[in-house]
């Protein structure tokens, strides 16, 4: 008899249990939709962060760490989602680990993740990412071969920002690559490779005279070229 009251009260405990869990779902499905509303975007990963612990959720996860990605809090998005190469990874949330890690300065992570990016979908937006970080890390032959890429599929339409101003500008994605060509070029031999980079670095210029980091650079290296004729 104990033992069939046991039970009795067991499942009634786990059918409250069930009943409790899906009012709460119910709960924060509308407080989620009600956030949306408000565009309240804190308001939004509680509640995403709520309907995760209550109905574990892959997607879900992804779109958590994209909203603290956008918001620029790259540490809650890498510990949201994590930061290890997995093959089973949604686009989105290799996306959110590349641009996250990058943005914590972390390139050796990061490059991991944009190559996995550029071998799921080659573009030139991932390209030109893939050149920058190689560039600093003294990979000038992965860098070349990013750019090349870059050059060979930039159409007229696309373009790059730039924020080294107080207003930010943009570019034709074809100079843009053609000025990290010239990255590359100072960075083969800085002693012997000025003229030829200030050669690049000009016909970046032709393609986008508003473009004020070839500017800089080209004026840098005159600066240098200079001083040593002094």
Known sequence: MKNIITILALL??????????????????KYY???QSQSDIQGVINALTHLNILSPNQARTDTLATLYMNEGRHVEALNTIGI??????SDLAVQV???????????????????????RKPNPFIAYELAEMKI???????????????IANSSGDIVRNYYETQQPYSVPMKAAFIYLKGLVKI????????????????????????????????????????????
Request: net charge negative.
């Open 187 to 230: 960075n083969e031999d800085r002693e012997n490779n000025i003229d030829e980079t200030i050669g690049i670095m000009e016909e970046a210029l032709v393609i986008a005279p508003n473009f004020n980091m070839a500017k800089i650079s080209i004026d840098a290296l005159n600066a240098q070229k200079n001083s040593k004729v002094e």
């Open 136 to 150: 600093r890390k003294g990979d000038l032959l992965g860098a070349t071969s990013n750019i090349t890429f870059g």
């Open 84 to 89: 290890e190469k997995n093959e089973a990874d």
């Open 12 to 29: 009634i405990s786990i059918s409250a249990f069930s009943q409790s869990n899906q009012e709460l779902l119910s709960h924060y499905q």
């Open 33 to 35: 939709k009600q956030m």
């Open 97 to 119: 680990k590349a641009f996250s890690l990058k943005a914590i300065n972390d390139i050796d992570q990061s490059l991991i993740h944009y190559e996995e990016l550029f071998k």
